[in-house]
Every structure is written in structure tokens, then in C-alpha cells.
T-cell receptor
Framework: DSGVTQTPKHLITATGQRVTLRCSPR?????VYWYQQSLDQGLQFLIQ???????AKGNILERFSAQQFPDLHSELNLSSLELGDSALYFC????????????FGSGTRLTVV | TQLLEQSPQFLSIQEGENLTVYCNSSSVFSSLQWYRQEPGEGPVLLVTVVTGGEVKKLKRLTFQFGDARKDSSLHITAAQPGDTGLYLC???????????FGQGTRLTINP
């Protein structure tokens, strides 16, 4: 157990739908990062939050949004889902910046049918 | 185009052999990290290197950061089936705080 909790572990939904992925960071970690992992694209950075504020954005689609709450858990919202959004979504946390290394959760496998 | 290119993409060898995996870029990194990922799990941090020319050892694994901080290598001695997994290098570009990942090397050690 890495200390980073992601729910749900698996999600199957239809095109056009909206889903919410949830992440609880490791105790004491203020930064949360979201990544998408697909077979052809590898691990792609989506977005980072630090202590409730957005810090950096990567290749995140406009249909996707995220937030970090006062208790530091984070949610990634994916809307108007397309088949190509099927992937593993990982949340990671770190005590400070990226230089400290990330602790990853086990991921949410999203399948859009 | 990947900022970090890993080679080889796939490697299958017999138990007891040695191997080296490479991570290359044209960009300079302030630090570089190696992770290992097993099926159904998230990547797990193995090591962070920050100084050009730095060498770190973790049991049978040796990590090296290039002098110019543009490349890194992972060498495994006497590979064991338990070393099987996806090895990912990840770097922080100088001046940025974002960690970018290579595509990974999928390593299989056959008993």
C-alpha cells in the first residue's frame, strides 16, 4: 500500500457520459498530480494541485477538469467521454515539488464503450 | 515526439544475465528519476539522481546520470524473474516543475 488511495479501481461507462475519479494523497503530502497512461502515449501529465491551488497544467483536454479540496483529496472529472479516453488514470502525491519523487496510487482503469 | 526516449522498448532475457536500459534526451534535466511499474499497479520510485555523473546503486541495480544531465542508464546485474516489469525514467526539465516520463522499457526475465 503506497498510501495514495484511488477510487474506483475500475470504471466502465458509455460514450458521452461523465465520470469522477477520486484520489486521497499520502498523509502529509500537499501536491497531487494526475496522469493518464495509455499503451501508445505512455504516462501523460494532466494537472497538478498544491494545497488546493492549481500549479501546473499539461495535456489536459477542456472536457476534463480537476480540483483539490481543503482536506487535500482531489477529484478528476471527465465529461463527454469518447472511446479514446479509455486509459489508466493515475494520481500521485509528493511532499513538495517534483524533485522529491512521486508516490503513485494504483490507478483507475476507465473503459468507455 | 517524446522528450525522453527510452531504449530498448522491450527486452526479454534469461535469469542471471546482465542488462542496461537507456534514457536519452536533447534537454537538460535538473534531476532524473527511475520508476518500476508492475501490472495493475502504479509506478514505484526506485531512485533520484541530481548531479551530472552521479552513480547510485540499489542492490543489483546501478543508475547513472550523464555528465551533461541529458541522459541516464539503468544497469541490472544477474537479473532475476522478480526484476520483471516496466521501467520508466522521468525527468524535471531545468526551470520547470513538471515531471515528464519516457515511454518505458518492458523487461521480462525468464527463469
Amino acid at each position: 500500500d503506497s498510501g495514495v488511495t484511488q477510487t474506483p479501481k475500475h470504471l466502465i461507462t458509455a460514450t458521452g457520459q461523465r465520470v469522477t475519479l477520486r484520489c486521497s494523497p499520502r498523509s502529509g503530502d500537499l501536491s497531487v498530480y494526475w496522469y493518464q497512461q495509455s499503451l501508445d502515449q505512455g504516462l501523460q501529465f494532466l494537472i497538478q494541485y498544491y494545497n488546493g491551488e492549481e500549479r501546473a497544467k499539461g495535456n489536459i483536454l477542456e472536457r476534463f477538469s480537476a480540483q483539490q479540496f481543503p482536506d487535500l483529496h482531489s477529484e478528476l472529472n471527465l465529461s463527454s467521454l469518447e472511446l479514446g479516453d479509455s486509459a489508466l488514470y493515475f494520481c500521485a502525491s509528493s511532499v513538495g515539488g517534483a524533485g522529491y519523487g512521486y508516490t503513485f496510487g494504483s490507478g483507475t482503469r476507465l473503459t468507455v464503450v | 515526439t517524446q522528450l525522453l526516449e527510452q531504449s530498448p522498448q522491450f527486452l526479454s532475457i534469461q535469469e542471471g544475465e546482465n542488462l542496461t536500459v537507456y534514457c536519452n534526451s536533447s534537454s537538460v534535466f535538473s534531476s532524473l528519476q527511475w520508476y518500476r511499474q508492475e501490472p495493475g499497479e502504479g509506478p514505484v520510485l526506485l531512485v533520484t539522481v541530481v548531479t551530472g555523473g552521479e552513480v547510485k546503486k540499489l542492490k543489483r541495480l546501478t543508475f547513472q546520470f550523464g555528465d551533461a544531465r541529458k541522459d541516464s542508464s539503468l544497469h541490472i546485474t544477474a537479473a532475476q524473474p522478480g526484476d520483471t516489469g516496466l521501467y520508466l525514467c522521468a525527468g524535471i526539465i531545468q526551470g520547470a516543475q513538471k515531471l515528464v516520463f519516457g515511454q518505458g522499457t518492458r523487461l521480462t526475465i525468464n527463469p
